[in-house]
């Protein structure tokens, strides 16, 4: 083995590529991120993520713990409830979510943007922006060199490509791996939360999380986000002493805009949008979202009139397909870069510090001595096929996810529909069933074991 310190370069500041650099840099592992937008604020939108509890115990194992606990502070409201609704508020089901206590537990609510400047805590002078990672090459001594647009380059023992589901890094080393459209379009919104807006929710709409099942198979889900800060972004009142310090004296609420929001996407197959819906923005997407929803509640119309223009995107949903597992090296991915899936579960953000975790532990094992670095490579991606591909394959099973889906079919389409509705309104009724369904939902957005041993 080398006696020389080990670096590594990760392309892309995203979730999993910051969870991991954090776990490195703790670890006193040589570590330099590369990322293409140009500043901490660029390209996201607040937007909630379901940070789960593998994510949450990813997030523990890499992070500083003063920062974990000021991730945890930075979470929105957790969920109370989860709601199935029709699209004409009538209640199909709600299932009454468990009591907050470990809070690596339960789902944490996360703005995306929020989350980003978490992870950015600390490591500027890890991160690079404006880098736009073109390929890699090799050394004579065996490393791996990055090239970037702007003509330069950074060379490490490690290439670890964490930039997402149109990965460059992935097209270049797994040339073959596909990923391809899952046949569903989303346009996502965000509303300001209000007294008004608010008076449009019930209480356990504002307090959960709903799933809406609408007739001619277009889909929504709506989730309220409420912070511990205000819309000047001050620390409200009430906050507990030790959260409010620690919000107060983190600096990353400088770089977020995130304040108190109602998320509200709408999903269907892609056939029932217009050809340019992908080119769409602001109020011209907001307008296709409301003609889509033209037979739906009049408060769910009121809240789609009441979305932030600036906040409207459309998202064509992908999904990797599963390939074979190849030859490793020293360049790797993790991620969406790897095993890009639906929304469906709610898991591609927790997947991605799954990876993480586990492919820091590796790494340490290579520091230490206890393994060659190309072995480590190899074990970490001997499990992240395993549970990636399963965790790509669970969400194309979701109701909806795929453009395939019987419930958007013109004949069977109505009964699918009727039959989703009806067993959630049955598992809701029966308390054996809904003890069960509560059960199933959190074993199964927390059950993965991260503590995989790493074996010399």
Not at 172 to 200: C, F, M, W, Y
Not at 347 to 372: C, E, F, I, M, S
């Amino acid at each position: 083995m080398s006696t020389r310190p080990m670096h590594v370069l990760v392309v892309g500041a995203g979730t999993g590529g910051m969870c991991l650099a954090h776990g490195l840099r703790r670890a006193g592992i040589g570590v330099s991120v590369y990322e293409r937008y140009r500043d901490r604020g660029d390209g996201l939108l607040g937007y909630r993520v379901g940070i789960n509890p593998t994510g949450c115990r990813a997030l523990r194992e890499c992070l500083p713990p003063e920062l974990f606990t000021t991730f945890l502070a930075t979470c929105a409201r957790a969920p109370q409830y989860f709601n199935v609704l029709t699209e004409q508020l009538h209640r199909t089901a709600s299932f009454a979510l468990r009591p907050e206590a470990d809070p690596t537990s339960i789902d944490q609510s996360v703005s995306r943007m929020t989350l980003r400047q978490v992870l950015l805590t600390g490591m500027d002078d890890l991160v690079h922006f404006g880098k736009t990672f073109t390929h890699y090459t090799r050394t004579d001594d065996g490393r791996v060199t990055a090239h970037f647009a702007d003509g330069s380059t950074a060379t490490g023992d490690l290439l670890v490509g964490a930039d997402g589901t149109h990965s460059a890094v992935r097209r270049q080393h797994l040339p073959n791996a596909e990923v391809r459209d899952a046949g569903s379009i989303n346009i996502a919104s965000k509303i300001p939360l209000t007294p008004q807006t608010r008076s449009l929710l019930t209480e356990e709409m504002h307090r959960g999380i709903s799933l809406i099942f609408g007739a001619g198979g277009v889909m929504g889900v709506l989730h309220v986000m409420e912070f511990k800060w205000d819309q000047r972004g001050s620390v409200k009142p009430g906050v507990g002493v030790t959260d409010a310090r620690l919000i107060g004296q983190w600096p990353g609420l400088l770089f977020d805009n995130t304040r108190d929001c109602i998320n509200l996407i709408i999903w269907s197959a892609a056939d029932r949008f217009p050809p340019d819906v992908m080119r769409l923005r602001g109020e011209p997407l907001a307008e296709v979202a409301r003609k889509l929803t033209r037979n739906w509640h009049p408060h769910l119309r009121e809240l789609l009139r009441h979305s932030d223009p600036g906040s409207v995107i459309p998202i064509k949903v992908a999904t990797s397909v599963p390939v074979d597992p190849w030859p490793s090296s020293n360049v790797t991915l993790l991620g969406d870069a790897i095993h890009t899936m639906t929304p469906g579960r709610g898991v591609g953000a927790n997947t991605a510090l799954r990876d993480a975790a586990l492919l820091h532990r590796q790494l340490v094992a290579v520091a230490a001595g206890a393994k060659p670095l190309l072995g480590a490579v190899a074990d970490y991606e001997t499990e992240m096929i395993r549970y990636g591909f399963a965790r790509v394959a669970d969400s194309l099973r979701t109701n909806g996810t795929n453009g395939d889906d019987p419930i958007y079919k013109p004949v069977i389409g109505r009964l699918a529909m009727l039959a989703a509705r009806g067993y959630f309104s049955v598992t809701s009724r029966l308390p054996p069933l809904r003890r069960r369904f509560v059960d199933e939902l959190y074993n199964y957005r927390g059950a993965e074991e991260l503590r995989t041993e790493v074996k010399a």
